[in-house]
């Protein structure tokens, strides 16, 4: 076992089926898939039997902490399950790879301007500040994951943190020459600067402190 795919979903069976099949396509070998699930309920029976099911609470942080808990692989590549490749299999990449810590390209699935835009300062972001978010997919090697202390039990902002500990080790991150692909749909469904701003608020709050119960609230609220 090379590498564990960790894959958090809520609510969320139609994507989850997508990239599952996608991850079922490569091929895998001596590949690990876990997926937690915050919705506490049995495995659904459409799950391959090469997927590792795991109930749990609805809690991000918790969720991906868990899962990386009972990964077997000396490799870890967390994906959210709205996120999917688009020029095929990561694998080669990643078994090949000296890097300890990495991410992809996102890209989003509208080619409107603004998710152009968002896109690619979002690529800036995690090139420049080390600040990698869930959607881009991150890659890091368990000892790495561990010395950073694994993701923060948040139900928001776990990737945030877990990425500033992860800088403080003074360690390249690596960004692969490989696009990945994520849900615009958030945007679409509520407004595309609407939600961008909101985002940024909550961004700001969490630097302030601000109880991170309430900023969920915040970031799922509606209207």
């Not at 049995?42 to 991906?64: D, F, I």
């Not at 010395?147 to 039990?153: D, E, I, N, Q």
Request: aromatic share 14%; no cysteine; glycine share 6%.
């Amino acid at each position: 076992m090379w590498l564990t795919i960790i894959i958090p979903t809520y609510h969320d069976d139609k994507s989850l089926k997508k990239i599952i099949n996608e991850i079922k396509s490569w091929q895998p070998k001596d590949v690990e898939v876990i997926v937690v699930d915050g919705e506490k309920r049995t495995r659904p029976t459409w799950l391959p039997e090469m997927v590792t099911y795991l109930s749990s609470k609805a809690n991000r942080g918790y969720q991906l902490k868990l899962g990386a808990k009972k990964a077997q692989a000396n490799k870890l590549l967390f994906l959210h399950a709205d996120s999917h490749f688009i020029n095929g299999s990561p694998l080669k990449l990643l078994k090949k790879t000296t890097a300890q810590i990495g991410f992809f390209r996102i890209h989003f699935d509208d080619s409107a301007l603004f998710f152009k835009v968002l896109a690619f300062s979002s690529n800036i972001r995690a090139k420049k500040l080390k600040l990698i978010f869930g959607d881009q997919g991150l890659f890091v090697t368990k000892r790495i994951y561990q010395m950073a202390g694994g993701f923060p039990v948040l139900p928001l902002m776990e990737d945030y943190e877990f990425s500033r500990n992860l800088s403080k080790l003074h360690i390249d991150f690596t960004q692969f020459n490989m696009p990945i692909m994520t849900s615009a749909r958030k945007y679409q469904n509520e407004g595309h600067f609407k939600t961008f701003f909101r985002m940024q608020k909550i961004r700001f709050f969490y630097r302030m402190g601000i109880d991170p119960e309430i900023l969920k609230r915040m970031y799922y609220r509606r209207g």
